[in-house]
């Protein structure tokens, strides 16, 4: 079925509001981008946390609404809602129905990642040969597909490891990308935490497409295993990969090698200071905008 979408522009003090607003007036789902992104690929989508402000200083929310909501009704509901609201911070666009998933299939393609990783949607047959390592994921539940740099830049750095045998920790799973291609990489186990219980989901599917799932186990942060890894891994956000600095530093064993990406270029300063209690041989890689930080827990 077709859609109406709402979009309204707001400053980062006031999107909790507009957000509350939206849902109050029934929008069906809610997105959140960079107001100031010039082309869709720089368009990154977060989900913040409870009680945590997005990353950029301006904001455009994405609301989704029946195709036959009345407009004008809406705009005007908005604005008793919402008293600073002015005219030129909301559009309305149409939005055609369409097969979602045969959509992201048509635009996705195979991408290679290092040395040997490549990341295939699971309805192109890779080539055969030993020296591929191929990830091949469900668009149905890809929460990460190797397209955002961040992804990419964990993706380049586990190709770079000896895994054979090691055990690795992949916290902010999503689709269980990073933790299947260091599974399919030699890792003897790897576990995935993640706090959407979806996206545990969608790694337990993905495992399974890449007959690896008896070799994964995934948890809520609440019910991750204690058992230090061999390896350690974690591509959130910067905020959150400060706060748990330390949980980090305790689920990677003395000598483990780790990464944390999810940094804007800029915050990567504060959290090398903040590691460094931790993990020696710090260095950071940048793509476009984005950062990853790598390095070895302290014997």
Not at 43 to 71: C, H, K, M, S, Y
Not at 142 to 152: E, N, R
């Amino acid at each position: 079925m077709p859609w109406l979408e709402l979009s309204l522009v707001v400053r980062t003090e006031q999107q909790p509001g507009a957000e509350e607003a939206l849902d109050d007036l029934g929008a069906l789902s809610i997105t959140l981008q960079d107001a100031n992104a010039e082309t869709p690929d720089e368009q990154a989508i977060f989900e913040p946390g409870v009680g945590e402000l997005p990353l950029w200083p301006t904001i455009t929310l994405n609301a989704l609404f029946d195709a036959g909501t009345d407009r004008r009704g809406l705009a005007a509901a908005l604005g008793e809602l919402l008293p600073w609201l002015e005219p030129d911070q909301l559009t309305f666009h149409d939005v055609a129905d369409q097969n979602w998933e045969r959509a992201w299939m048509d635009q996705f393609k195979p991408m290679p990642f290092g040395r040997r990783v490549w990341i295939y949607p699971w309805n192109i047959e890779p080539p055969a040969g030993d020296e591929l390592v191929v990830v091949r994921l469900d668009p149905g539940l890809a929460f990460g597909s190797g397209t955002h740099p961040t992804t990419a830049l964990c993706l380049e750095w586990l190709d770079g490891l000896d895994l054979a045998g090691k055990t690795i920790t992949d916290y902010g799973c999503g689709s269980g990308i990073l933790a299947i291609a260091a599974l399919k990489l030699g890792a003897a186990s790897a576990i995935g935490v993640d706090n959407d219980p979806q996206a545990l989901t969608a790694s337990i599917d993905n495992a399974e497409r890449n007959d690896v799932a008896d070799r994964l186990a995934v948890f809520l942060p609440e019910d991750a295993a204690a058992e230090p890894a061999d390896v350690f891994i974690a591509n959130i956000l910067a905020g959150p990969l400060g706060a748990l600095a330390p949980t980090f530093a305790a689920a990677a064993k003395p000598g483990a090698p780790f990464a944390i990406s999810g940094i804007l270029d800029g915050q990567q300063e504060e959290l090398l200071q903040r590691y460094a209690e931790w993990f020696d041989e710090l260095r950071v890689d940048t793509r476009e905008d984005w950062v990853r930080i790598s390095g070895r827990r302290r014997a």
